[in-house]
């Protein structure tokens, strides 16, 4: 692990990348849910700034930033203030191993997914700190909400992995792809762990239907109920970066991350990430929150049973082949 | 030359940040008395261990580190503390005359693992660590035990989905 100049210049290279990335994400994600929510109800969405709305998410992000930051008297400050940055910085870390194309990548790891598996855990830690730290009941029952639904799903959604690991036999997120370009798509493979991880990661990145953390209906805004200005939108940041990197790991675990005809594979692979956040922001828009004790039932008594004898399945053939 | 110089500085604070963490964390664990706030330590400790894990050539061990320890076993912790309206005001009490047994016992723990650190030899950078006989010996030499401990936890998975499933009488 010597350092050196460049290695130096590489890590200032890739924080300095996976920052423009992040905020260019985030800047474009919450233009397109506007959109496509406006169109999904027969409006036309953000129009007013720049072409076709573009700018209005730059707009309203330097209002944020002009907006003042109330702190509540009762809150935990030092707690408080740490949460959304608990809330950001796995997410933020986790890109560091993902595949853009077989040679654009910040650090190749052997274990990339396993570092992105367990950095993905992290992120429920800052929501209940953040509940906690404010004071408020509602904030407090949005974050018991999400450490409840975290371990629902996690289990079924390793167990969802697990066969992809079998069938390309490493951890690297790189050789996962690799191994799709000799035979076929993982998601041909394996359509059961494939459907169930689209349902396991609209759990996990807390997008409705099963946003019980903030279910603005029920909980005022939920875990982040009490914040305002840049805490808040710092929250939303950490939200819609764990969408993009959700959605690129589903696209290099069963649709061949990168590979694709004619087109570069850069492209392909962000055409994939936001076919997988559209089709997030379609269950969003269409489908109606289910309660928790529902979620709960899902998680446990479906979700699990049926991943774990998909697994045991695919170990089976696998051991028989 | 100058430039080695400063790599080993930032290698060596940057050590010394994680030492601090790890430290820093674990008196906060022990002596605070709000119980969000003893998690909180106790979370800074896990995951300045994986850093030092990660430090020592072992990237693998960081990772595992931070998904059992962080994920699996605070996230659990933090499922408990979730449930009950309690942050824990009672504190610390005033040590007895016992009170003096676990400082004793620190130190001459500390003292012993000092020594024989004494003797050692110094390494500047450790190496990378090849992890994969891990892998190896887990299927040949250590196999009954691993797969005791698999055949465990599947037995717990099932446990969990059978206790889901079954209805509960009143």
Same mark, same amino acid.
């Given at each position: 692990?010597?350092?050196?100049?460049?290695?130096?210049?590489?890590?200032?290279?890739?924080?300095?990348?996976?920052?423009?990335?992040?905020?260019?994400?985030?800047?474009?994600?919450? $233009?397109?849910?506007?959109?496509?929510?406006?169109?999904?109800?027969?409006?036309?969405?953000?129009?007013?700034?720049?072409?076709?709305?573009?700018?209005?998410?730059?707009?309203?992000?330097?209002?944020?930033?002009?907006?003042?930051?109330?702190?509540?008297?009762?809150?935990?400050?030092?707690?408080?203030?740490?949460?959304?940055?608990?809330?950001?910085?796995?997410?933020?870390?986790?890109?560091?191993?993902?595949?853009?194309?077989?040679?654009?990548?910040?650090?190749?790891?052997?274990?990339?997914?396993?570092?992105?598996?367990?950095?993905?855990?992290?992120?429920?830690?800052?929501?209940?700190?953040?509940?906690?730290?404010?004071?408020?009941?509602?904030?407090?029952?949005?974050?018991?909400?999400?450490?409840?639904?975290?371990?629902?799903?996690?289990?079924?959604?390793?167990?969802?992995?697990?066969?992809?690991?079998?069938?390309?036999?490493?951890?690297?997120?790189?050789?996962?792809?690799?191994?799709?370009?000799?035979?076929? $798509?993982?998601?041909?493979?394996?359509?059961?762990?494939?459907?169930?991880?689209?349902?396991?990661?609209?759990?996990?990145?807390?997008?409705?239907?099963?946003?019980?953390?903030?279910?603005?209906?029920?909980?005022?805004?939920?875990?982040?109920?009490?914040?305002?200005?840049?805490?808040?939108?710092?929250?939303?940041?950490?939200?819609?970066?764990?969408?993009?990197?959700?959605?690129?790991?589903?696209?290099?675990?069963?649709?061949?991350?990168?590979?694709?005809?004619?087109?570069?594979?850069?492209?392909?692979?962000?055409?994939?990430?936001?076919?997988?956040?559209?089709?997030?922001?379609?269950?969003?828009?269409?489908?109606?929150?289910?309660?928790?004790?529902?979620?709960?039932?899902?998680? $446990?008594?479906?979700?699990?049973?049926?991943?774990?004898?998909?697994?045991?399945?695919?170990?089976?053939?696998?051991?028989?082949? | 030359?100058?430039? +080695?110089?400063?790599?080993?500085?930032?290698?060596?604070?940057?050590?010394?940040?994680?030492?601090?963490?790890?430290?820093?964390?674990?008196?906060?664990?022990?002596?605070?008395?709000?119980?969000?706030?003893?998690?909180? &330590?106790?979370?800074?400790?896990?995951? &300045?261990?994986?850093?030092?894990?990660?430090?020592?050539?072992?990237?693998?061990?960081?990772?595992?580190?931070?998904?059992?320890?962080?994920?699996?076993?605070?996230?659990?912790?933090?499922?408990?503390?979730?449930?009950?309206?309690?942050?824990?005001? +009672? &504190?610390?009490?005033?040590?007895?005359?016992?009170?003096?047994?676990?400082?004793?016992?620190?130190?001459?723990?500390?003292?012993?693992?000092?020594?024989?650190?004494?003797?050692?030899?110094?390494? &500047?950078?450790?190496?990378?660590?090849? +992890?994969?006989?891990?892998?190896?010996?887990?299927?040949?030499?250590?196999?009954?035990?691993? +797969?005791?401990?698999?055949?465990?936890?599947?037995?717990?998975?099932?446990?969990?989905?059978?206790?889901?499933?079954?209805?509960?009488?009143?």
């Amino acid at each position: 692990m010597m350092i050196t100049e460049i290695s130096i210049l590489r890590t200032l290279l890739t924080i300095a990348g996976i920052t423009l990335v992040v905020g260019i994400n985030a800047v474009f994600v919450v $233009w397109l849910e506007r959109k496509v929510a406006g169109h999904m109800q027969f409006r036309l969405g953000p129009t007013e700034v720049g072409p076709f709305g573009l700018l209005q998410t730059v707009a309203d992000g330097l209002k944020l930033l002009s907006k003042q930051i109330i702190f509540p008297s009762s809150a935990d400050t030092p707690i408080f203030i740490l949460a959304p940055i608990i809330c950001l910085i796995p997410v933020f870390v986790a890109l560091v191993p993902v595949p853009f194309s077989k040679t654009l990548q910040a650090h190749e790891l052997d274990i990339g997914l396993l570092l992105v598996i367990a950095l993905g855990l992290l992120n429920t830690l800052g929501i209940l700190l953040a509940g906690w730290g404010c004071d408020n009941k509602y904030a407090l029952l949005g974050a018991s909400r999400a450490v409840a639904q975290i371990l629902a799903y996690k289990i079924p959604l390793l167990l969802c992995i697990l066969p992809v690991i079998l069938l390309a036999g490493t951890f690297s997120l790189r050789e996962i792809v690799v191994a799709q370009q000799e035979s076929m $798509w993982f998601a041909f493979y394996q359509p059961v762990a494939f459907f169930m991880y689209l349902i396991a990661i609209t759990m996990e990145t807390n997008r409705s239907p099963f946003d019980f953390a903030e279910a603005e209906s029920e909980l005022v805004a939920g875990f982040h109920t009490e914040y305002s200005g840049m805490m808040f939108s710092l929250f939303f940041l950490a939200e819609y970066t764990y969408m993009f990197l959700a959605s690129a790991i589903a696209s290099i675990l069963f649709l061949g991350g990168w590979l694709g005809p004619i087109l570069p594979g850069p492209i392909w692979m962000l055409l994939k990430i936001y076919f997988f956040l559209f089709l997030m922001m379609w269950f969003r828009w269409t489908f109606p929150r289910v309660r928790v004790d529902q979620m709960l039932t899902f998680g $446990w008594k479906i979700l699990l049973p049926i991943s774990l004898l998909n697994f045991l399945i695919t170990a089976g053939v696998m051991a028989v082949l | 030359m100058s430039f +080695e110089r400063f790599a080993l500085d930032i290698y060596a604070l940057t050590f010394a940040s994680l030492l601090i963490q790890i430290v820093v964390g674990a008196v906060m664990a022990v002596m605070f008395k709000k119980l969000v706030h003893c998690f909180l &330590g106790l979370v800074m400790t896990m995951v &300045g261990v994986a850093g030092l894990y990660y430090f020592l050539g072992s990237p693998l061990l960081a990772v595992m580190q931070i998904m059992i320890y962080v994920g699996a076993v605070c996230v659990a912790i933090a499922f408990g503390l979730s449930l009950t309206h309690k942050t824990g005001e +009672e &504190g610390l009490q005033a040590p007895g005359p016992r009170g003096i047994v676990p400082p004793l016992i620190t130190l001459a723990m500390l003292g012993s693992v000092l020594l024989g650190l004494s003797k050692r030899e110094w390494v &500047g950078y450790p190496q990378k660590i090849d +992890e994969s006989p891990i892998g190896t010996m887990l299927l040949g030499e250590y196999l009954l035990p691993f +797969e005791v401990i698999s055949i465990l936890l599947t037995v717990a998975v099932i446990g969990a989905i059978s206790v889901a499933l079954i209805k509960r009488r009143r």
